[in-house]
């Protein structure tokens, strides 16, 4: 069927679905309708909301467009993610913000080449959030989009009358059409006050298009899947290398629910140690293309917010039946490694297998446990855990030798009540038991990818790569202006594995953490971003030549095509020349949307925390704290407290007399007063605004 619509559409590359069906004399509409999804998959056709479908090549292309708040755009092409082109805004054709459009290029007069959007294929955005607020005059009450991209239309609400609409209120509506310079949209949901953070919160995952409620059909997928174990299904009766007599155990947060990681250490008898990280086995519940898959793909991953979870699976999959909860028979896949007594990896293996959690236990509790040696646990527990802790210092020895980057840097923890009030931030601690099992999933995540790398296979990696010359030695000079000597040659400063080096020297030259903290921290600002990819490049700050993503399933999309591979190249021995064309198109496709939904996840979360940090501080208005200056801008100076709330003392606080300095980064006054980074402030807390997610300091004169 794949090759006959290609065909057809060879011949005319622009057809309506019901004119190819009807021209392919198709009797079975449901292949049909299969083969299209496919190829659209694979991006070699587009079928759009009216209709049509194009074959995707020469003439016509399929991307995701951006449209900036004045007008323009820019489409970012789905087969040649490298470039993205201009659209200017009488070429839009109707299209919005992250729409999936059909687009032709054509060529201005300067050569360069502009986009011309041509249909819309998808429309992922499907509902806006924004405030009320009364217009210029007071007469009208506007609805204000909360995101960038949209403040170009005029929104109109056709449903206005039907609600009883206020200023300050939260809305969310839903968008039907878009004419020209005006969008009209229904009102859905009233959210409740933008001057409350519990309301905030929920309006920023619509914002950032973080779904917040299952389609029913997923729904109905987990209640059929969420069964007991079936001991004679044959993708279990396979399982012979059991580990249910292990004393595995998982370390989550106190909080956590969705447990998809065990481990067990042993000591053996030739000095070497065994670890086993045993993780939840999703891909046995989640097939490919059903219901749960579409959905999980299309989330991309957990959300992580102040009051609640967003999960990529339901309840009935994530916290109970994947969930590796103790005392409890479950499904899972074994990445099992030997390591010598110098942290290298002597033999590591992956097969699925069957466990059973010994032990529920809290980082907390483990880190009390390696502080005081004691614990109401079993002897067998406590004695693997020490093992365990050997096992963690030798890894950790050897990844500080190969030269992997450990920034150690503070995050803020929101504390809310029972109806979601912010009534505490403070700076979450980190302890052996949370970096034990980092390098330990670490390591079994280096393990898988190398495993697949090395048979040449399609995969999904974890890419990190090197930062350019140009930023390192950007990052060199801005250490220069605050007095750091990294002790090497200008040669040497080129080369990335001399970071670990330098951050070493700041920790000498720095004695105070809290300004070494943020001098490190200025290192992220030069370094790539972290991406999944088909082509395997390494992964920088661990210093792996090999990275992927297998440790999380239950919360991760990359994890579930992780384990889907390893099981079909490793114990299914599926090396199918088609299936591996297969793989690699849906890796390709799947790469694009789970580094976005990553990327909304982030920015989720960042904003979630600033409406925390700003509601908690409305309480301070006007009480002074001690803070250490974070980052100076040409517009201000931001300053973190102990607490890691951060607020901006404006350039205007400041006074005329002050100017920003660029290449010293600095913010000097004519009497050479000088405000710089990691430089120790007091601070009086000004304003704090629920809406505007801001916080505005001034200094005090010590």
């Known amino acids: 069927m794949i090759k006959i619509i290609l065909e057809s559409l060879v011949q005319k590359s622009l057809q309506k679905v019901s004119d190819l069906s009807n021209k392919l004399k198709v009797s079975d509409f449901e292949q049909f309708q299969f083969s299209l999804n496919q190829l659209e998959e694979e991006h070699k056709i587009a079928t759009t909301i009216n209709g049509d479908v194009y074959l995707i090549g020469k003439d016509f292309k399929v991307g995701t467009i951006k449209i900036n708040d004045k007008g323009f755009g820019f489409v970012k092409d789905f087969n040649d993610p490298d470039n993205d082109y201009f659209v200017p805004a009488i070429f839009l054709a109707g299209s919005i913000t992250n729409d999936e459009v059909v687009y032709k290029l054509e060529k201005e007069n300067d050569g360069r080449l502009k986009g011309i959007v041509l249909a819309i294929s998808k429309r992922t955005k499907k509902f806006l959030i924004g405030e009320i607020n009364k217009s210029w005059d007071g007469k009208y009450l506007d609805f204000i989009p909360a995101e960038n991209g949209f403040k170009n239309y005029r929104i109109v609400m056709v449903n206005k009358a039907a609600f009883k ?60 899947v969420a069964k007991p174990i079936n ?97 409890e028979d479950k499904l899972c896949l074994v990445c099992e490694m030997e390591f010598d007594s110098k942290g290298n990896i002597v033999s590591k293996k992956v097969y699925e297998s069957i466990m059973n959690s010994k032990a529920r236990l809290t980082y907390k509790e483990v880190n009390k446990f390696f502080e005081t040696k004691e614990t109401d646990r079993p002897k067998e527990i406590a004695e693997m855990l020490m093992v365990a802790r050997e096992l963690h210092e030798i890894i950790e020895k050897e990844r500080d030798i190969r030269g992997s980057i450990d920034f150690d840097v ?53 890419d990190h790569g090197k930062p350019k010359d140009e930023n390192l030695i950007e990052w060199y000079g ?35 953490r809290d300004e070494r903290e943020l001098i490190n921290i200025t290192l992220l600002r030069f370094m790539e971003k972290a991406e999944y990819n088909l082509d395997n490049i390494g992964h920088f700050g661990l210093a792996s030549e090999c990275y992927t993503h297998f440790t999380s399933p239950i919360r991760r999309y990359s994890d579930l095509i992780v384990h ?75 300053v973190q407290l102990p607490n890691c709330v951060e607020g901006l003392v404006h350039i205007t606080e400041l006074g005329s007399d002050f100017s920003y300095d660029e290449k010293m980064q600095t913010m000097v006054s004519k009497q050479n007063l000088v405000y710089k980074l990691g430089q120790k402030v007091r601070i009086k807390v000004k304003n704090a605004d629920v809406k505007k997610r801001i916080i505005d300091f001034m200094f005090i004169k010590k």
């Open 165 to 224: 609409i206020e200023p300050d209120q939260l809305i969310k509506v839903k968008i039907l059409e878009v004419k020209e310079k005006k969008m009209f949209t229904k009102i859905v949901e009233i959210i409740g006050n933008s001057n409350k953070a519990v309301d905030r919160i929920i309006s920023i995952a619509y914002e950032f298009d973080v779904p917040t409620e299952f389609k029913k059909e997923t729904l109905k997928n987990a209640e059929s």
């Open 231 to 327: 001991y004679n299904d044959a993708q279990v009766t396979r399982r012979t290398n059991l580990i249910v007599d292990k004393n595995l155990v998982t370390i989550d947060g106190e909080d956590s629910k969705d447990l998809d990681d065990a481990i067990y250490v042993e000591k053996l008898a030739n000095g070497n140690y065994k670890l086993l990280v045993a993780i939840a086995d999703v891909s046995y519940y989640v097939e490919p293309r059903s219901a749960l898959d579409s959905e999980a793909l299309y989330r991309g991953n957990s959300v992580y917010l102040a009051n609640k979870v967003l999960p990529m699976l339901p309840k009935t999959l994530s916290n109970g039946v994947c969930s590796l909860n103790p005392n």
């Open 410 to 462: 503070k995050e803020a923890k929101v504390i809310l009540d029972s109806d979601s009030n912010v009534i505490d931030i403070v700076a979450r601690t980190v302890g052996i038991s949370e970096k034990l099992i980092e390098n330990f999933m670490v390591s079994a995540n280096e393990s898988v990818a190398e495993i697949v790398f090395k048979k040449e296979l399609p995969f999904i990696y974890r």
């Open 478 to 512: 801005m250490l220069s202006n605050f007095g750091i000597n990294p002790k090497l040659t200008d040669s040497d400063k080129l080369n990335p594995r001399n970071i670990r080096h330098t951050l070493q020297e700041i920790s000498k030259q720095i004695p105070d």
């Open 564 to 638: 889907r591979y390893l099981k079909q190249y490793l114990i299914d021995k599926d090396l199918n020349p088609k299936s591996l064309t297969r793989n690699e198109n849906f890796i390709n496709r799947a790469c694009t949307i789970i580094n976005d939904t990553e990327k909304k996840g982030v920015n989720t979360e960042r904003e979630v925390n600033k409406v925390c940090m700003a509601e908690y501080m409305t309480k301070f208005i006007g009480q002074e704290f001690d803070g250490i200056v974070s980052a100076v801008l040409k517009f201000g100076v931001f």
